[in-house]
C-alpha cells in the first residue's frame, strides 16, 4: 500500500476567512488520522509508508496552529511537543508513537472545535457562505431569547432569520399570512 498517492490537505481561499479554511484542513486530518486510528485501516507496514503518515500529521499540525493563531492552546503545545519528539527505530516503538501523536492531533481538534475555530462533526457543517449554511448543527441553543448558533458561526432565530458572521442579515423564510378579502 502506497500512502503517496493519497492528495496533500489543501486549504480553500473563501472569503469567509480562516474560519472556512480551517474546515477544509480538519477534513484532510481527520482522513489522515483515520489511516492510524480506524479499526478497518489497512497496516503500515513500509517505513516510507510510517514516514509518510508521520509527515503528514506533522503538516497538519502545522496548519491547526495556523487556525488557534493568537490563541495559547495548551493541548496544541503538547502535540507540538509529541510531533517534534525523535521518531524511534523499533517497528512496535513507531507504531506507538505514531498512536500517540494522532491521539494529541484529536486533542486540538477537539479543543478548536470547542472554541469555534473548527467543525468538530464528522460530517462537516456547510461554511456560513455556503447556501445551505444553515443545515449546520447548533452548537449553543438560547431558547429563552429565541436564537441559536450554528457550528459556522451563523446566528439562527426561531422565525427562521439568521445573521451571518459577515453581519449580513437572512430575511425570515417562513410563509406570509394569506390576506382576507372582505366583499
Known amino acids: 500500500m502506497s500512502l503517496l498517492r493519497l492528495p496533500r490537505s489543501t486549504v480553500r481561499s473563501q472569503p469567509s476567512g480562516r ?4 474546515r477544509s484542513i480538519v477534513a484532510a486530518t481527520r482522513e489522515t488520522l483515520a489511516l492510524v486510528l ?31 493563531l493568537g490563541r ?45 475555530l473548527a467543525c468538530g462533526h464528522l460530517v462537516e457543517c456547510p461554511p456560513a457562505t455556503a447556501r445551505d449554511c444553515e443545515a449546520a448543527k447548533i452548537r449553543v441553543h438560547r431558547p429563552e431569547i429565541g436564537c441559536s448558533e450554528l457550528c459556522n458561526g451563523v446566528l439562527i432565530f426561531e422565525d427562521t432569520g439568521c445573521l451571518l458572521p459577515t453581519g449580513d442579515v437572512v430575511e425570515p423564510q417562513r410563509p406570509l399570512p394569506r390576506e382576507v378579502v372582505m366583499a
Do not use: F
Request: net charge negative; proline share 5%; hydrophobic share 50%.
Open 19 to 22: 474560519k472556512a479554511q480551517s
Open 38 to 68: 480506524n479499526e478497518n485501516a489497512p497496516l503500515l507496514d513500509s517505513d516510507r509508508d510510517i514516514d509518510d503518515v508521520i509527515l503528514r500529521l506533522r503538516d497538519h499540525l502545522l496548519e491547526l496552529g495556523h487556525v488557534a
Open 72 to 116: 495559547p492552546r495548551p493541548e496544541l503545545a503538547a502535540a507540538r511537543k509529541v510531533a517534534d519528539a525523535a521518531v524511534p527505530t523499533q517497528y512496535l516503538d513507531i507504531r506507538k508513537h505514531l498512536r500517540i501523536l494522532a491521539t494529541a492531533v484529536v486533542a486540538v481538534i477537539t479543543e478548536l472545535a470547542a472554541a469555534g
